[in-house]
């Protein structure tokens, strides 16, 4: 029998995909999960909290499935693609993963530090034993191009999950689409050995593992976006004079240029925090900032 804490997960995860995030109240939550309100704060803290456990349980699900498909010795390596393919496709349909992605449209959510690197993981993950597979299949001369195969995998299986969602129903079972994708990247591949084909990306560029995603530049980037953006909703609010107001503004403005130059002047930046932290309102997304920007 399932521990509450996954049934409540399962449940979130149902109104997530149906309502949308924003729509859904921890109220329902508890509801459909068969506990008071109270008891739901027992095992998370917030709304996010669960958000973010949907994302972690979706990666274990598939971290397991792949695990279990590596231990039969029986599967020949060429199989494997098309395996994967069919596991991811089946987990995201089960979970309703994919429908819940597509409700995701409050990008505000992705201000969350714990979001974007639940998110991050399963991305690396996925990528990692994509690139381990296409090497065991075709060998190490699959390595340079590997992160282009594995975009043209995700961008055919995300297809597949999101058009059905806009009414274009497939013509195929999930295993033929599966088998399909598979021909179909032996094919790219082939073609790409015989052409000399030129990666469009470095994948040993690409640093998301789990040592690495704080310093991701996609990470810091998002991050640091979204609290200039926070910055710049609080200052609006402020209820401060017209003439501090706009004191805040300018020096707001001008961390952002600072921030988005070539050159960073670390004592500017200081010089410009410390003068924004004055605000009590304004303290926290400061130090948010300092903390991406190692200041």
């Not at 496709?89 to 505000?108: E, G, R, V």
């Not at 810091?220 to 200039?228: C, E, S, T, Y």
């Not at 020096?251 to 002047?265: A, F, G, T, W, Y």
């Not at 200081?270 to 900032?289: G, I, N």
């Amino acid at each position: 029998m399932k521990n509450k804490e996954h049934e409540i997960i399962e449940v979130a995860l149902q109104l997530f995909s149906e309502k949308g995030y924003t729509s859904t109240s921890v109220d329902e939550i508890a509801k459909e999960s068969g506990i008071a309100k109270a008891s739901f704060y027992k095992f998370f803290q917030s709304k996010e909290d669960v958000l973010v456990a949907t994302v972690v349980m979706h990666g274990h699900k598939i971290d397991d499935a792949i695990c279990k498909m590596y231990s039969d010795t029986h599967l020949p390596p060429e199989q494997k693609i098309a395996e994967f393919v069919r596991i991811y496709l089946q987990n995201s349909l089960d979970t309703k993963f994919h429908s819940m992605m597509i409700s995701m449209h409050d990008k505000s959510l992705f201000h969350s530090e714990k979001l974007i690197e639940a998110f991050l993981i399963v991305e690396y993950k996925l990528s990692k034993w994509t690139t381990d597979c296409l090497v065991d299949i075709y060998g190490e001369q699959v390595e340079p191009f590997a992160y282009d195969v594995i975009f043209m995998i995700r961008g055919m299986m995300m297809q597949y999950l999101i058009l059905p969602m806009m009414g274009l129903k497939p013509n195929t079972t999930d295993e033929e689409f599966a088998a399909l994708l598979a021909n179909t990247v032996d094919l790219w591949i082939k073609g790409m050995m015989e052409y000399n084909y030129v990666p469009i990306w470095d994948w040993k560029q690409l640093k998301v593992d789990p040592e690495h995603i704080k310093d991701s530049p996609i990470f810091k980037g998002i991050m640091i976006h979204d609290a200039l953006l926070d910055l710049k909703r609080l200052l609006h609010h402020l209820q401060v004079s017209d003439e501090q107001k706009e004191e805040y503004r300018q020096v707001l403005q001008e961390l952002e240029q600072e921030i988005l130059s070539d050159v960073k002047r670390k004592g500017m930046l200081k010089a410009m925090f410390s003068f924004l932290s004055q605000e009590p309102t304004l303290v926290e997304k400061c130090h948010l900032l300092q903390s991406v920007l190692d200041i």
